[in-house]
Every structure is written in C-alpha cells, then in structure tokens.
C-alpha cells in the first residue's frame, strides 16, 4: 500500500511539473497569468518528487 501511494505522488508530482513548467516557458494553458504561482508550484513539485523518491528507496 506504501509503495503504491508513493508512486502515485511521483505520478502526481510529475504532471504539475510539466504543467506548470509549460505554462512558465510557452504560456499554455493558463496563459502566463501569475509566473510567480508557476513558479512556486514547479519547487513544490520538485519537493513532492524528491520526498516520494526518497520514500520509495526506504519503502523497497
């Protein structure tokens, strides 16, 4: 169950990574409206992701 739900944040972690990302570099989907919120939410992706992965290898 564990493993599972911290997989599941990988997952999560990733697609608010690269939506995010997208709409700082192309400005889709949300047309750039707030770069600071993208920007906030890109280093709280990259913690969700490096916590899971550390989660993960004590998991194993």
Same mark, same amino acid.
């Given at each position: 169950? *564990?493993?599972? #739900? +911290?997989? +599941? *944040?990988?997952?999560?972690?990733? #697609?608010?990574?690269?939506?995010? *990302?997208?709409?700082?570099?192309?400005s889709f989907p949300f047309q750039k409206a707030k770069?600071?919120?993208?920007?906030?939410?890109?280093?709280? *992706?990259?913690? #969700?992701?490096?916590?899971s992965w550390l989660t993960l290898k004590e998991v194993?």
């Amino acid at each position: 169950m *564990a493993k599972g #739900l +911290t997989i +599941t *944040a990988m997952i999560i972690a990733v #697609l608010i990574l690269v939506l995010f *990302a997208m709409d700082l570099i192309i400005s889709f989907p949300f047309q750039k409206a707030k770069p600071m919120m993208d920007i906030a939410f890109v280093v709280c *992706a990259l913690g #969700l992701g490096y916590i899971s992965w550390l989660t993960l290898k004590e998991v194993r």
